[in-house]
């Protein structure tokens, strides 16, 4: 059974960081691209980041980019999202999410863990 | 980026009655195009992928079709295990890989 399992969500004052961590098992994590994806409170879904099989490409949304990194280590099967710089508008759940390729859509998704980002 | 449009935001359609989403891309995605369901409190979970072809374990009443700009997901039977939001996603021009607003199916 594939399983993605997010932890590390809490709530973070403005401008403090977190790092959220997906544990995967289940299927050959070390052949998919791997995402995190958030929702914000009743909102829709909107793509954070993506890094490549071999971690050798990452990709993130403009609002992001200088503040969130991506990362994976493929010998323990986990993703990872470091958020630094974090804004009230970070507030959302973080989903991680795989698809087996550059042009595959998300095959696989974890339950999700709430930041919330407020003073 | 390519934005994606999704409509009607709500859509209110009676058990077994007929349902039919539509998503539009601001510019062609080819077939590049998936929809997901989410219900409250879940994650999304993946029905149609390459426009029409329906994912592991999707029953047949889901159904999708279109190709370039146009995309439209049918649900020919609501059941009431079908009420939830509807997202399309494109993946053929990326980054940003981008989604549509959401189309919520409620009971009529």
């Known amino acids: 059974e594939v399983q993605l399992v997010e932890s590390g969500g809490g709530l973070v004052q403005p401008g403090g960081s977190l790092r959220l961590s997906c544990a995967a098992s289940g299927f050959t994590f070390s052949s998919y691209w791997m995402s995190w994806v958030r929702q914000a409170p009743g909102k829709g879904l909107e793509w954070v980041a993506n890094i490549k099989q071999d971690g050798s490409e990452k990709y993130y949304v403009d609002s992001v980019k200088g503040r969130f990194t991506i990362s994976r280590d493929n010998a323990k099967n986990s993703l990872y999202l470091q958020m630094n710089s974090l804004r009230a508008e970070d507030t959302a759940v973080y989903y991680c999410?795989?698809?087996?390729?550059?042009?595959?859509?998300?095959?696989?998704w974890g339950q999700g863990t709430l930041v919330t980002v407020s003073s | 980026e390519i934005l994606m449009t999704q409509s009607p935001a709500t859509l209110s359609v009676s058990p077994g009655e007929r349902a039919t989403l539509s998503c539009r891309a601001s510019q062609s995605v080819s077939s590049n195009l998936a929809w997901y369901q989410q219900k409250p409190g879940q994650a999304p979970r993946l029905l149609i992928y390459g426009a029409s072809t329906r994912a592991t374990g999707i029953p047949a009443r889901f159904s999708g079709s279109g190709s370039g700009t146009e995309f439209t997901l049918t649900i020919s039977s609501l059941q009431s295990e079908d009420f939830a939001v509807y997202y399309c996603?494109?993946?053929?021009?990326?980054?940003?890989?981008?989604f549509g607003g959401g189309t919520k199916v409620e009971i009529k």
């Open positions: 999410a795989g698809r087996y390729g550059d042009t595959n859509p998300f095959d696989y």
């Open positions: 996603q494109q993946y053929n021009n990326w980054p940003p890989l981008t």
